[in-house]
T-cell receptor
């Protein structure tokens, strides 16, 4: 069974500082990898996805993630945090052949002025 | 834009009641999903459906059932609600050939008293 681990359930960053959210997965085959964001009182929306093309994936709102097969990681970064980035972020993995997603536990980001 | 609509944002029910959570999508997607979201646990898949009248159990189906009589509608049923089913419930839909991207509703926060 696939699993996804997000290190740190809460992350606090200063406005303008680097945002780094960590995600490690276990999968026996190259997976589909996703980052979703959930703003307060909303559903999840897709930030970005990896589907075996370029290892560095750019998403919306200035976020990007790098797929590292050797480390089974898919960490999410943003060079400069904005107040509007305060949200909960979820990493998810799916097998290419199926359509079920397995989600990590989520990381809540707090941005300090 | 894809729209996934969940009929209620907040519900309060009593232990033992039968509860229906409704979800409708407007993009003719084949796949639909029900998740529950709990702090620290991320999203866990309850049931999913890949066609009308078809359903498969997810990771935590106990205490739940589903119904999909029409392609656009996917209902989650709690046959006899219990306090441990107090949670946020999220519905999602996807098209199998579109890179596993799931589109989420805003969620229903259910409290069982």
């Amino acid at each position: 069974a696939q699993s996804v681990t997000q290190l740190g359930s809460h992350v606090s960053v200063s406005e303008g500082a680097l945002v780094l959210l960590r995600c490690n997965y276990s999968s026996s085959v190259p997976p589909y990898l996703f980052w979703y964001v959930q703003y307060p009182n909303q559903g999840l929306q897709l930030l970005l996805k990896y589907t075996s093309a370029a290892t560095l994936v750019k998403g919306i709102n200035g976020f990007e993630a790098e797929f590292k097969k050797s480390e089974t990681s898919f960490h999410l970064t943003k060079p400069s945090a904005h107040m509007s980035d305060a949200a909960e972020y979820f990493c998810a993995v799916a097998k290419a052949a199926g359509n079920k997603l397995t989600f990590g536990g989520g990381t809540r980001v707090l941005v300090k002025p | 834009d894809v729209k996934v609509t969940q009929s209620s944002r907040y519900l309060v029910k009593r232990t033992g009641e039968k509860v229906f959570l409704e979800c409708v999508q407007d993009m003719d997607h084949e796949n639909m999903f029900w998740y529950r979201q709990d702090p620290g646990l991320g999203l866990r898949l309850i049931y999913f459906s890949y066609d009308v009248k078809m359903k498969e159990k997810g990771d935590i189906p106990e205490g739940y059932s589903v119904s999909r009589e029409k392609k656009e509608r996917f209902s989650l049923i709690l046959e006899s609600a219990s306090t441990n089913q107090t949670s946020m419930y999220l519905c999602a839909s996807s098209e199998p050939d579109r890179g596993n991207i799931q589109y989420f509703g805003a969620g229903t926060r259910l409290s069982v008293l």
